[in-house]
Nanobody
Framework: QAHLVESGGGWVQAGGSLRLSCAAS????????MGWYRQAPGKQRELVAR???????NYADSVSGRFTISRDNAKNTVYLQMNSLKPEDTAVYYC?????????????WGQGTQVTVSS
């Protein structure tokens, strides 16, 4: 049974930075694509960034150039470095493990971590 635990969320002023971590257990981490999604109040969950098993990354246009996703297979952990944060980045951020590349309707999810950016 996959178990994903996010950490690193919190409150920050606009322009600041946060680093999210997602520790995985119960899965063979190295063969899972990993992703970060977010959901703001009243909005649908959206993709923020993904990283493949080979380290290829892609980002939502809204965060490209500001956020960086990375993974450490030795630590079974995926990270999201968030710089130049904006109030519109405020959301609950979720970690997703995607073993078969089937997208967010499948795979495993963490419980989420709140990120609040004040103006």
């Amino acid at each position: 049974q996959a178990h994903l635990v996010e950490s690193g969320g919190g409150w920050v002023q606009a322009g600041g930075s946060l680093r999210l971590s997602c520790a995985a257990s119960g899965i063979i981490f190295s063969i899972n694509g990993m992703g970060w999604y977010r959901q703001a109040p009243g909005k649908q969950r959206e993709l923020v960034a993904r990283i493949t098993t080979g380290g290829k990354t892609n980002y939502a246009d809204s965060v490209s150039g500001r956020f960086t996703i990375s993974r450490d297979n030795a630590k079974n952990t995926v990270y999201l470095q968030m710089n130049s944060l904006k109030p519109e980045d405020t959301a609950v951020y979720y970690c997703h493990a995607d073993r078969y590349g089937l997208g967010p309707s499948y795979g495993s999810w963490g419980q989420g971590t709140q990120v609040t950016v004040s103006s």
